[in-house]
């Protein structure tokens, strides 16, 4: 089993950046890829990007092209998302998610974190 722990969230500027992670306790970490979704109020769960257990990175249909980047230290059991030029939009409820083998869809995640909140505000 694998447990799931967000950090980094937070209040920033619009035009700002902001680093949050995901990190895990359990079995193999290396074993799984992971993925951020995020969630704002009264709006449906959307995926943000993921990243297989090799690096390749997957990307799901919100638009964070340019903005958004994710990596992953396996040593640290630990995944990153790095957000550049946030825009109020962006303010959500980010959940980081661990899926055997591949990225998938939301459905195909088995452990998923409580997330931390990201709020856009000038």
């Known amino acids: 089993q694998l447990q799931l722990a967000e950090s980094g969230g937070g209040l920033v500027q619009p035009g700002g950046s902001l680093s949050v992670s995901c990190t895990a306790s359990?079995?193999?970490?290396?074993?799984?890829?992971i993925g951020w979704f995020r969630q704002a109020p009264g709006k449906e769960r959307e995926g943000v990007l993921c990243i297989n257990r090799n690096g390749g990175v997957i990307k799901y249909g919100v638009s964070v092209e340019g903005r958004f980047t994710i990596s992953r230290d396996n040593a640290k059991k630990t995944v990153y998302l790095q957000m550049n030029s946030l825009e109020a939009e962006d303010s959500a409820t980010y959940y980081c998610?661990?899926?055997?083998?591949?990225?998938?869809?939301?459905?195909?995640?088995?452990?998923w974190g409580q997330g931390t909140p990201v709020t856009v505000s000038s």
């Open positions: 998610a661990a899926a055997q083998l591949f990225c998938s869809s939301p459905s195909g995640f088995s452990y």
């Open positions: 359990g079995e193999r970490f290396d074993a799984y890829a």
